[in-house]
């Protein structure tokens, strides 16, 4: 005993020198660790998120009883009952460190590591030791054990950018930590000793050692069955992995942080936990991923195999080796992927994408014309695919092909100026240049209702005649898109069918500088020279300008500023900001629906967009298509939801012969409206009778 007293003294003795500058234990009941901004979609669903550390900040109760049980048994036995330190382990920890000049073996209880990952550095020395035996006693004295473990579970590295428990159990198992199994909790709890030594992703092997040494020290302290570790030990690790944060719309995403970032700064955005309702409909931003992968996977199955494959092995790289920036998602049925060319035969390919493996057969590749796949593929060559279906860990898809064709959507509520949904390209993890946002294109004829709205404000009506004949401007001889000439024919139906020369006659009517005007008012901001064949669309606009330009039209007039985000607050609840709509009149009733007449020709028989007639639905809008056929627009809406496509190369090269706005861009439109109306079936634009009312004052057939 007296032995033990010395030592205890000589313990209180160290620790008075080593307190000295020690953090105050104040600090820690203040303490607010990083945690991760999310963001919510309209109906309050999460999507995104950013982030320093990854960790989601929960209570005691949300860590279910086996994962307190399994980081107690494993890390510190005694947690419940010691007071901060074990002192038999603490000294022989000094004892060794004192034998090892200078490296510090562990000893440490939960209590200590707390101290340390809150307060001390990473080095492993005897004088640190004695710091973090220092505050552990302070630590035990101010704080209860739940507390002191839920700061715990809420702070502890487990790997792969993953913070605290409940972070680290989504991440892992896409769970909450209230849900884990005796498995998966033991899992988790025996990272924390080697987060990067025992990844279940990056060395399995090790993890399931690890894991099942956690099963055999709860079954040692009495916590489980035999029945019960014997069932844990011999289970897979059985991963979930999370979704990578901000896959579903990272264009859209990116938007918001730099919009966050403007208003709140860098550091509060990634660090203070924030909660920010965008106005996302998850649902729509998922069906216009799809519209705008299937619409290019078509336009390039139209134009052929071009080849042109880039190879791993003639690059100089590793076969075994490789990963593409695709594979951060892991592949599943719907996804469009590039992979890499393992194994070929006559009549089969291997594709792997990421860890698992894509059969090609010749039913899958037979638009390309080739027969057998060595004709065409050659072993590391890089391809573009489809995943269709899975059986087992093996998928099944079809041959795909990125020419670099790319495609941007954006749609936004004409009510509210909430943007629903927004593609900035083919593929985020290649590109996240925004061509929603940031490309300025020209337009094509989809400029021409900047011209006609300036020719109604002069007073022209759409039942007035216009003379459709050779015309030149000085030097300047135009000619319309078919090549022909129609003579004499209606505003409207120079418009449905989207003639040049009655445009540039009608700019030319109104003076080119009132339509330059006509178009600044309703939002758009490129500098626009006064040169007359802008009225056939040579001005270059993005697609968000020009989305919440064509809304006008069906709002009666009225400009209402697109937005992405609705309200943010702090992570305890106070809101930050509640941004309220921008509204602004642009032009009167009168003209806006006298232009709704013309846009909705174009969706009539006869009209460049008379496919989307199918849609059985009031829906108006406008085709462009530009020189050379570089650029291919459509410009659309319901009542409800304007809708803008573009197709194009980044490079400006031609998509092709007749790749016109109605052949590239009109189907993906229709596709994601198809989704956007389904919901509405009596909408009617202002001044029009609803589909049901009109039935009924329709006169009985005979």
Not at 374 to 388: A, C, K, Q, R, S
Not at 411 to 433: E, I
Request: proline fraction near 6%; hydrophobic fraction near 40%.
């Amino acid at each position: 005993m007296a032995a033990l007293a010395i030592a205890v003294g000589s313990l209180s003795g160290l620790m008075l020198v080593y307190s000295v500058n020690l953090p105050q234990i104040q600090d820690l009941e203040r303490y607010q660790p990083d945690t991760i901004t999310e963001l919510y979609d309209v109906h309050g669903r999460p999507f995104g998120s950013f982030a320093l550390e990854r960790r989601v900040v929960v209570d005691y109760s949300a860590f279910s009883p086996l994962l307190r049980q399994a980081v107690i048994s494993i890390e510190d036995k005694n947690f419940e009952s010691h007071g901060g330190v074990n002192v038999f382990r603490v000294l022989g920890a000094i004892y060794h460190d004192i034998a090892s000049k200078g490296r510090a073996q562990g000893a440490s209880t939960l209590t200590m590591q707390l101290a340390r990952n809150l307060f001390l550095s990473s080095e492993r020395t005897g004088n640190r030791k004695l710091q973090e035996i220092f505050l552990s006693l302070q630590i035990e004295h101010a704080f209860t054990k739940e507390q002191i473990f839920t700061l715990y579970a809420n702070q502890i590295a487990l790997g792969h950018g993953t913070f605290g428990f409940e972070a680290g159990s989504r991440y892992y198992f896409s769970k909450h930590a209230k849900d884990l199994t005796l498995p998966e909790a033991a899992l988790l709890a025996g990272l924390p000793k080697g987060p990067t030594e025992f990844s279940p992703i990056s060395n399995p092997d090790r993890a399931f050692r690890r894991r099942n040494q956690v099963i055999n020290a709860m079954l040692e302290d009495g916590a489980i069955t035999a029945a019960q570790a014997d069932a844990a030990r011999t289970a897979p690790l059985g991963l979930h992995l999370e979704a990578p944060p901000n896959s579903v719309a990272p264009w859209f995403v990116e938007e918001v942080r730099r919009e966050l970032e403007r208003r709140f700064g860098a550091d509060r955005v990634h660090e203070a936990g924030l909660k920010v309702e965008t106005t996302l409909d998850l649902d729509l931003q998922q069906t216009a991923n799809r519209a705008v992968l299937d619409g290019l996977a078509a336009y390039e199955r139209r134009h052929g195999w071009k080849g042109r494959l880039l190879n791993v092995p003639a690059g100089g790289l590793d076969i075994n080796t490789f990963r593409h920036p695709d594979w951060t998602q892991a592949a599943a049925p719907g996804m469009y992927m590039h992979g890499l060319v393992t194994g070929i035969l006559p009549y089969q390919a291997t594709v792997r994408l990421g860890s698992r493996d894509l059969i090609l057969t010749p039913e899958s590749w037979s638009w390309t014309k080739f027969k057998t796949g060595p004709e065409f593929l050659h072993l590391g060559d890089i391809v573009y695919v489809h995943v269709t279906g899975q059986s087992g860990n093996t998928l099944a898809g079809t041959l795909e092909q990125d020419s670099g064709a790319q495609s941007s959507l954006l749609a936004m509520d004409n009510s509210t100026g909430d943007v629903l949904a927004l593609v900035g390209g083919r593929d985020f993890n290649l590109s996240q240049f925004d061509r929603a946002t940031q490309a300025e294109r020209q337009t094509g004829s989809s400029f021409k209702p900047y011209v006609y709205t300036a020719a109604v404000e002069d007073g022209v009506r759409p039942t007035d005649m216009i003379l459709d004949a050779p015309t030149s401007f000085g030097s300047y001889t135009p000619h319309n898109y078919e090549g022909n000439f129609l003579g004499d024919i209606t505003i409207e139906r120079a418009f449905a069918d989207s003639r040049n020369i009655p445009a540039l006659k009608l700019a030319q009517r109104v003076g080119i500088h009132k339509v330059i005007d006509v178009t600044h008012q309703f939002g758009v901001t490129s500098n626009i020279p006064a040169f007359l064949p802008v009225a056939l669309g040579s001005v270059e606009i993005n697609l968000l300008e020009h989305v919440a330009s064509y809304s006008v039209f069906p709002n009666d007039g009225i400009r209402v500023a697109p937005r992405l985000i609705r309200k943010v607050t702090t992570s305890d609840g106070i809101p930050l900001t509640e941004p309220t709509p921008e509204v602004k009149e642009v032009t009167s009733v009168k003209t806006a629906r006298t232009m709704m007449t013309l846009l909705k020709s174009v969706i009539a028989p006869g009209g460049t967009g008379a496919d989307a007639m199918s849609l059985n639905h009031p829906l108006g809008g406008k085709t462009g298509t530009t020189s050379d056929y570089t650029d291919a627009w459509f410009m659309g809406f319901s009542p409800s939801v304007t809708c803008g496509v573009w197709v194009g190369y980044d490079n400006r090269q031609p998509l092709g012969d007749k790749e016109t706005g109605a052949h590239a861009a009109l189907p993906i439109w229709m596709d994601f409206m198809r989704a956007a109306i389904a919901d509405k079936p009596d909408e009617h634009f202002p001044g029009d009778l609803p589909a049901s009312q009109i039935a009924r004052t329709m006169p009985a057939s005979k």
